[in-house]
């Protein structure tokens, strides 16, 4: 399936065949339903959406992770090198790093905002050092590297109806939602690294703090002051939806089946934090197999009407660079 992507793509030189084939693979086994929802994209912009998830996810794991065998350096050191290289393979693509060649040749076709790529590093800094945010604005300023600027960065791809620039705050808000039902599904996991990701003001407001939220994290429950804040975040999460959901029509009609399917199974996992009453120090809420799958099979049939439309057509990137 790689190749008649990759060939729909234009994409001929093999090293860099090889590299796409490692970014779909990371995309592949860590982001399951992004995954699902690229599979109803056009062939031809899978490549780069894989490119752009692949470099995201390496330098979150950089950050996240325990650092592989052998490898000595810390994580400030790796991303500082990460965004060097960054910067020598967008001035002189294809670099040499997989990863990075695929991202710079994704950038070329695209014609992508490199600022966007310096944004999202500055957040994944952040998180060597900042392990709380007191208010939302100080919350909005890591999520907009985080997660607003991966909207930002798709959008070219995607494709719009529109000048880009309408379209642009209803894709950054549509990562923000993405990244808010993440801190709401994995708080434990967040503490256990050392970090809250909620405003601790309005988290303040209900009577909670760290220490409460390590309470119910150490015992696996929540109490009822708890589980008013964390309803309180679930509420803003929702109004983010609601407001990035207006903008998927002005996508490119062969793009807005993927764009619809991941924004409702994502919202899905807003649904099973509700119907389990905030039990996220207990359970990890997901969105089963089978219900991605019947989301996914309704979305298939307009992806393919549209690309039957010759939508896909206007979406094929720039010819092989050089």
Not at 14 to 41: I, K, P, W
Not at 67 to 73: I, Q, R, T, Y
Not at 196 to 203: K, M, T
Not at 257 to 263: D, E, I, L, Q, S
């Amino acid at each position: 399936m790689i190749r008649g992507e990759l060939d729909a793509a234009g994409i001929h030189d093999e090293r860099l065949r090889a590299a796409y084939q490692r970014c779909r693979d990371l995309n592949a086994r860590h982001g399951r339903t992004f995954f699902l929802a690229t599979r109803l994209l056009a062939p031809a912009q899978r490549p780069a959406i894989h490119a752009l998830y692949g470099f995201a996810r390496w330098a979150d794991d950089i950050v996240d992770e325990p650092p592989a065998a052998g490898v000595v350096d810390a994580p400030a050191t790796r991303l500082a090198a990460v965004a060097r290289d960054l910067r020598a393979s967008l001035s002189d693509p294809p670099g040499t790093d997989p990863i990075l060649a695929a991202l710079a040749d994704t950038v070329t076709r695209y014609r992508i905002d490199t600022v966007l790529f310096d944004d999202f590093l500055d957040s994944m800094r952040m998180d060597l050092t900042v392990t709380d945010y007191p208010d939302r604005a100080a919350l909005d300023r890591y999520v907009h590297g985080s997660a607003a600027v991966i909207g930002l960065q798709v959008l070219p791809v995607l494709g719009t109806v529109v000048p880009r620039a309408e379209a642009a705050p209803y894709a950054a808000a549509l990562g923000k939602a993405f990244q808010l039902t993440n801190f709401l599904r994995d708080i434990a996991e967040d503490l256990d690294r050392g970090r809250v990701y909620l405003p601790a003001d309005e988290l303040a407001a209900f009577g909670v703090d760290r220490d409460r939220l390590r309470w119910c994290r150490e015992r696996r429950c929540v109490d009822s002051e708890v589980r008013a804040a964390l309803a309180a975040q679930h509420a803003v999460a929702r109004d983010w939806y609601r407001f990035a959901d207006t903008g998927i029509a002005l996508l490119d009609p062969v793009s807005r089946p993927c764009v619809a399917t991941a924004a409702v199974l994502y919202a899905e996992i807003l649904d099973r934090i509700e119907d389990s009453e905030f039990a996220v120090f207990e359970t990890r809420a997901t969105v089963g197999n089978a219900r991605r799958a019947r989301v996914a099979g309704s979305a298939l049939a307009r992806a393919w009407w549209a690309r039957r439309a010759g939508h896909a057509n206007r979406l094929a990137p720039a010819s092989e660079p050089g």
